[in-house]
């Protein structure tokens, strides 16, 4: 009997199903994951990246402000040698010329008077550009125009960088044009400047004969912040 009762209990344990191994095609026991989702970390020693950072904006560029500013005035004056009754002056944007000369026959003294102005020559000039420019030339006899035989001619001009604006009477015959006024305008492209310190010249011509002549302006080139 005992060794019935072996046999029976080996029998029962042989077909038992293998829960650890099912057979091909079988489903898996119920209530037991198949694996088990460990989160991935990482590994000790590894160098964890570093936090998106914004690159600051770059510094913006400094823009200066270039122009050749005004840095001296020099006038060149003549008076005809000196002669009495010959003058030239210069005040501001103004050359003023007086010729005294003996009247024809029977006649007083006569003075011939004439006034050369000009406007744009400013404390500093933009470079590249085109400025307006104005020039202007007056005349006038002081006496009798049947009492002078005085001819003559006269021009106010003002030049840069062989650019010229100019107001010219190339010939006044004060016996039959005892007074005049004419003027002019027109631009003038400045020039470019290629370095601090750089000098620029403009020139206004103011004469009659032999009085008067020319004022120089001499302009500096520089750049500031505005």
């Given at each position: ?155 106010t001009a003002i030049t840069i960088a062989s ?49 008067g002549g020319t004022i120089a302006y001499e ?8």
């Amino acid at each position: 009997m005992y060794f019935l009762a072996v046999l029976i209990l080996a029998a029962l344990a042989c077909n038992l199903p293998d829960s650890e191994n099912p057979a091909p095609g079988e489903p898996a026991p119920t209530g037991f994951p198949m694996s088990t989702q460990i989160p991935a970390t990482s590994p000790p020693g590894a160098i964890e990246p570093l936090p998106e950072t914004i690159s600051p904006d770059p510094t913006p560029e400094i823009e200066l402000v270039c122009n050749w500013y005004l840095n001296s005035v020099t006038p060149a004056l003549g008076t005809g040698g000196g002669a009495p009754g010959m003058s030239a002056d210069f005040e501001g944007a103004w050359v003023g010329t007086r010729f005294t000369h003996n009247g024809n026959f029977g006649c007083e003294e006569q003075t011939y008077v004439t006034a050369h102005e000009w406007n744009g020559l400013f404390e500093f000039l933009r470079p590249g550009l085109d400025q307006t420019f104005s020039v202007s030339l007056t005349w006038r006899l002081e006496g009798t125009s049947e009492c002078t035989s005085l001819s003559t001619g006269a021009v106010t001009a003002i030049t840069i960088a062989s650019q010229t604006v100019e107001i010219r009477q190339s010939q006044i015959i004060l016996s039959s044009e005892p007074d005049g006024d004419l003027t002019n305008s027109g631009k003038i492209k400045i020039p470019s400047g290629s370095q601090e310190g750089e000098i620029l010249t403009a020139s206004v011509h103011a004469s009659s004969g032999s009085l008067g002549g020319t004022i120089a302006y001499e302009y500096v080139y520089g750049c500031e912040t505005p």
